[in-house]
């Protein structure tokens, strides 16, 4: 169970395809197996004992992983957007790595005295040389180690397995099923999870991967009208903004749209399937501790849910799926005891893609193997997961557990309303006050006096928040994840952020 | 043999490899070109394979048997073929999920 047996498996199966790049001039299987192994000639010729990838995503990256996967060391791909001590912090925790900068390397970088080459070399270098034979890949090592993003605490490194990604591979996807003109268009950073998947199940497919640097929405527009993208994943945000591009939208090559990674609101989906009433959407929850997706929310079952009379049926379309096969979830109550259906608690999740380790920690899994997401949510009668906000969102109001989803989910019912965050802020007599950001939907006037009755007629006086500010954007991460504790030191600072 | 998920084996008459995806507890008479399957990077030294089981095995298919407790997906190719004893395994159908990232 290694990475490099789904290497050796396309290399063997469809060798003369092209998986990277532009279909001229792409790198093929075969290509991608030659520069793997010419890659870990590379590591293994600096004595590295990690290879950090700090850089945006592209050809470049996929070789780094097999290559560190076939040199039996594990990819550490590193946001290269991060701070100085930030970055200072994680590099040092990998002191014997090879990092793989933009063109003219990275000043943290030189000042630790890492080797390092930029990715233009290192996809020139693994181009030309004449790799030496594969050795037998240590599987103990971890194939991957990727920070999470810490929007509550330090970041911590998540250690995945050659069996973990594997796992989830083998389980979730069907080899050689992508017709020969398919391909995907990955726009995630190269550190998040997505990205690693997609790099793993693409090639595992025989699906050409096509990478946008950075994200820009008519950027995005265009390349998939240029490369003839088939697939895309996306998070929320990048919907959003794709659906408010300026111009002509029309993808007409495009057939599958994934999007995860934090809440979507209802109405963005309702108009991505009205712009695009060909695309197949797929909702896909998941957390780097689980190896990327563990549910599914399929383009059938947005249709089922747009489509019916049945208000409860139609909700499916806030839920992130069911399990895939192989995954079990569970949802525990506070003292650890599974709930029924319908009954909010924390998501738990047990399978071998599960790898809940962490660097310096372990497992972080109960005696059978269970995994706590720290998510919550419910499961309804059929399985589907509904996802309801991180517990350690939970606003403590005089008493009362407020979940700040809940009220968000009916701020997005405005129509004037874009994006939107509640928070609770330090108050004296209550404990905590609840407040919302909302940031008005482009070219519309918000008044928030309006925004607030509208809250008032549908949540009760104490769960309606006390004040309303609008904000012209809100905090995120490049992924989409809110940062709350941002937007709550935004209105302790009696200001709206910058845009 | 005892097999595990995750067990990689090689058939000992040709190119076929496989890994294990599934496996029922206790001894399985798991059998590629008639013969045992053996350990990986052994393979493919010994013997012909048996005229009844030389009809291919296809990379990247999963075989299952019949009570779908075993399961093995074949990750190189060659003209002998699985079975469960003198039993064919036969291929499973394909996976109906959409892709997700």
Same mark, same amino acid.
């Given at each position: ?39 870990? @000639? ?112 330090? %970041? ?16 979730? /996807? ?11 268009? /990955? ?47 996306? /998070? ?9 591009? %300026? ?15 934090? %809440? ?43 489509? +019916? ?9 806030? +839920? ?9 979830? &569970? ?25 809940? &380790? ?21 499961? @309804?009668? &059929? ?31 405005? %129509?004037?309303?874009? @994006? ?18 909302? /940031? ?60 | ?6 067990? $990689? ?15 029922? $507890? ?60 003198? $039993? ?7 996976? $109906? ?5």
């Amino acid at each position: 169970m290694h990475l490099t047996m789904l290497l050796d498996m396309a290399a063997d199966g469809f060798g003369d395809r092209v998986v990277l790049g532009p279909t001229k001039p792409g790198i093929t299987g075969e290509g991608l197996r030659r520069r793997s192994l010419s890659g870990a @000639d590379i590591v293994r010729s600096h004595d590295a004992d990690a290879v950090v990838y700090l850089a945006v995503n592209g050809a470049a990256f996929p070789i780094a992983l097999f290559a560190a996967a076939c040199a039996g060391v594990p990819l550490v791909p590193l946001n290269y957007r991060l701070g100085r001590e930030q970055l200072a912090g994680m590099l040092r925790r990998h002191p014997g790595a090879l990092v793989l900068t933009e063109d003219g390397g990275h000043p943290v970088v030189d000042e630790l005295g890492m080797p390092s080459m930029s990715t233009a070399e290192w996809l020139s270098a693994t181009g030309l040389r004449t790799p030496e034979p594969a050795a037998t890949p240590d599987d103990a090592v971890p194939a991957v180690v990727i920070y999470t993003s810490g929007t509550t605490s330090e %970041p911590k490194g998540v250690l995945l397995r050659h069996a973990n990604l594997v796992s989830y591979v083998l389980g979730s /996807v069907e080899y050689a099923s992508a017709a020969e003109t398919d391909a995907a268009l /990955v726009s995630v950073p190269p550190y998040h999870i997505a990205a690693v998947a997609n790099a793993i199940t693409s090639l595992y497919a025989g699906r050409r991967v096509v990478t946008l640097e950075q994200f820009d929405a008519s950027q995005w527009i265009e390349t998939v009208r240029r490369e003839q993208i088939t697939n895309a994943l996306v /998070v929320p945000t990048m919907l959003a903004r794709i659906l408010d591009a %300026p111009g002509d939208l029309s993808v007409p090559t495009l057939r599958s749209l994934a999007y995860g990674g934090a %809440p979507m609101p209802a109405r963005v989906v309702r108009k991505a399937l009205e712009t695009w009433p060909q695309l197949d959407l797929v909702n896909a929850y998941g957390l780097t501790e689980t190896s990327s997706t563990i549910t599914v929310l399929t383009p059938e079952d947005h249709r089922t849910a747009v489509a +019916s009379e049945d208000p409860f049926a139609r909700l499916r379309l806030g +839920s992130v799926g069911r399990a895939l096969p192989g995954v079990e979830i &569970e949802i525990r109550d506070e003292l650890g005891q599974p709930v029924p259906a319908g009954f909010r608690g924390r998501i738990h999740v047990r399978g071998d893609q599960v790898s809940a &380790e962490y660097a310096g920690i372990g497992r972080l899994v109960d005696d059978d193997g269970w995994f706590d997401t720290r998510d919550e949510g419910f499961l @309804d009668e &059929e399985g589907y997961l509904f996802i309801g906000g991180r517990t350690d969102d939970t606003i403590i109001r005089g008493g009362e557990n407020i979940a700040p989803a809940e009220i968000e989910t009916v701020l997005l019912r405005h %129509p004037d309303v874009a @994006d939107v965050a509640v928070v609770g802020v330090p108050d004296e007599e209550w404990g905590q006050r609840l407040v919302a950001a909302v /940031v008005p939907r482009a070219g519309e006037e918000l008044d928030v006096e309006d925004v607030r009755s509208f809250a008032r007629g549908i949540l009760r006086g104490s769960k309606t928040p006390e004040e309303i500010v609008a904000w012209s954007e809100l905090p995120r991460t490049e992924t989409g994840k809110l940062l709350r504790r941002e937007v709550v030191r935004g209105f302790e600072a009696g200001a709206p952020l910058p845009a | 043999m005892e097999l595990r998920p995750g067990l $990689a084996l090689d058939s000992a008459v040709d190119q076929v490899s496989v890994i294990v995806t599934k496996a029922p $507890a206790g001894d399985v008479d798991l059998r590629c070109g008639g013969k045992p399957l053996v350990p990986k990077g052994t393979g493919g030294a010994s013997g012909e394979a048996d005229a009844a089981h030389a009809m291919g095995t296809l990379i990247g298919k999963r075989y299952v048997d019949e009570t779908g407790a075993l399961e093995v997906l074949c990750t190189k190719p060659g003209g002998s073929s699985l079975s469960l004893g003198d $039993a064919p395994l036969t291929v499973a159908s394909a996976k $109906a999920l959409p892709s997700s990232d």
